[in-house]
């Protein structure tokens, strides 16, 4: 294993009210910090979780293992998310971007030859 993972950009494409879950790659993570733009979200650190922004303004949680989790998404939440996860001795073990992408909903339609297909509807 390296010590050191590196950065990485990943892009994660979600429709409105659905649940996005960014997660990055690192272990034995010891305290994590989760930003949007120049913006701190949360920090978890021995398990414990601050919060820089009102809970019901960012509508997020993290996870033990550092994924942050954003629920019923808007457009607005669209953005360039940064995570930066240290280990016990305060070396820097993940330092990675995420693009999300929320678009409009995607509706449930029936479709006679296959059951079920989605359909993209825009959001106004």
């Known amino acids: 294993m390296l010590p050191f993972i590196g950065t990485s950009t990943i892009n994660i494409y979600k429709a409105v009210n659905e649940t996005a879950l960014l997660n990055f790659t690192a272990e034995n993570m010891h305290e994590t910090v ?16 601050k919060y820089y922004v009102e809970k019901t303004r960012c509508r997020c949680k993290v996870l033990l293992n550092g994924t942050l989790r954003i629920e019923r998404l808007v457009k607005e939440d669209s953005g360039i998310y940064k995570v930066s996860a240290y280990d016990k001795n305060g070396k820097l073990k993940a330092d990675e971007t995420v693009v999300l992408i929320v678009l409009g909903e995607f509706l449930l339609s029936p479709n006679q030859s296959k059951g079920v297909s989605l359909r993209w509807k825009p959001s106004s």
């Open 34 to 49: 989760w930003s949007r733009g120049n913006e701190k979200l949360l920090q978890i650190k021995d398990k414990k979780i």
